[in-house]
């Protein structure tokens, strides 16, 4: 009994302590959910919608003058199999694993930091989700005849199987969240400091750009608008942080005066 009721504040404790993380984990597998959800919320037949809108932004690109993924892409199937296969295993690898890596130790090491760019994202999922909705828009791949799906046609087959495309929404390339957020972490990258991590931040969205056009993943525009989500959300999130401490500083000299 005694050592019970030396335990039961320790367990608490740790429970308290244990809260603020686990809220963390289920805030961000709550947005996976909703974006699960609403893969084809307004459209029935959301595939039918989603190639129409394919071929919208084809048409808008040809007349604007950069429809370049096809030339980009036939470059890379006609230089080397090794070329494409290195494309591939960009778009896959250096998206995840670097994003969740790099947040774990952002939340570890400096946690003001981690709630900012964590914030930055969570404007721009939220963005994002309503262009999902209302712009449902199948990748290049699927538009047969003018581009190749690289992953499947080449590997790691894993990623094009069927399985795995059960956890994600095909039809979500407007804009490019891909993109976007290589980008957020690019400027995070790059603002760090040591000057081998400015490098990085500059080369990772430029190289992820070529990996998601170049695997017929995404157009140029999901990329763009994924840029202006990107800096819309900073803004958005930097004016927030602003105000709020614009308002501390106030409350704090307010209460200096009160003192004096």
Request: charged residues 15%; aromatic residues 18%.
């Amino acid at each position: 009994m005694v050592f019970e009721a030396l335990r039961a504040p320790r367990r608490k404790a740790l429970a308290i302590r244990a809260f603020p993380h686990f809220r963390e984990l289920a805030l961000l597998a709550s947005a996976y959910f909703i974006y699960m959800y609403t893969r084809a919320i307004f459209f029935s037949d959301v595939r039918t919608v989603a190639l129409e809108n394919a071929r919208r932004v084809v048409e808008l690109e040809k007349a604007v003058g950069f429809f370049w993924e096809p030339t980009w892409q036939n470059w890379s199937l006609n230089a080397a199999e090794s070329v494409i296969l290195f494309f591939n295993w960009v778009y896959i690898f250096t998206f995840w694993p670097i994003i969740i890596t790099t947040a774990i130790i952002l939340y570890m090491v400096n946690r003001k930091r981690y709630f900012f760019y964590r914030n930055v994202i969570l404007v721009s999922f939220v963005v994002a989700l309503v262009m999902f909705a209302l712009f449902p828009l199948a990748p290049p791949r699927m538009l047969a005849g003018t581009f190749v799906d690289t992953i499947a046609s080449f590997g790691p087959a894993f990623y094009a199987s069927r399985e795995l495309a059960n956890y994600y929404n095909v039809f979500a390339a407007m804009p490019s969240l891909h993109f976007a957020w290589t980008l957020i972490f690019g400027y995070m990258f790059f603002t760090a400091g040591p000057r081998w991590l400015k490098v990085v931040g500059l080369m990772y969205p430029a190289v992820t750009l070529l990996a998601i056009t170049i695997t017929g993943n995404h157009y140029i525009l999901d990329a763009l608008g994924g840029g202006v989500v990107m800096g819309s959300s900073m803004a958005i999130i930097s004016f927030i942080r602003r105000r709020r401490e614009r308002k501390a500083v106030e409350r704090n000299a307010v209460a200096a005066q009160l003192e004096g």
